[in-house]
C-alpha cells in the first residue's frame, strides 16, 4: 500500500491517534473513506467519457494512416511509370 511497510502504517496510525484522540479519529476516517470514494466516481467518470473520444481519434488516425498510404503507393506508381517512360523502357545493364 503506497510503499509502506506495517511498521510505517502503525507509527502512523499511533501519531494520529495521539493528535486527534479517540473521539475524532473515527470521524476523520469516515471523511477519508467518503473523500477517497468520491475521487474514485469522479476518475470513472472522467474514464467513461474520455474513452469514446479517445477511440474516435485512434480509428480516425488509422483512416488517415491508410489514406496516406494508399496515396504514397500511388505516387510511387506514378514516379516509376514516368522514369520507365523517359529511359524509353530499357534500363541500363
Known amino acids: 500500500m503506497f510503499g ?3 511498521m510505517e502504517i502503525l507509527i502512523i496510525l499511533v501519531i494520529a491517534f495521539m493528535l486527534f484522540g479517540p473521539k475524532e479519529l473515527p470521524e476523520m476516517g469516515k471523511q477519508l473513506g467518503k473523500a477517497v470514494k468520491g475521487f474514485k466516481e469522479t ?5 467513461q467519457s474520455v ?4 477511440n474516435m481519434i485512434t480509428q480516425e488516425l488509422k483512416s488517415v494512416e491508410q489514406d496516406l498510404e494508399s496515396h504514397m503507393k500511388e505516387a510511387e506508381e506514378q514516379i516509376k511509370g514516368a522514369t520507365d517512360t523517359e529511359s524509353g523502357g530499357s534500363r541500363p545493364v
Open 4 to 6: 509502506l511497510g506495517a
Open 43 to 47: 476518475a470513472d467518470d472522467l474514464r
Open 51 to 54: 474513452e469514446p473520444e479517445i
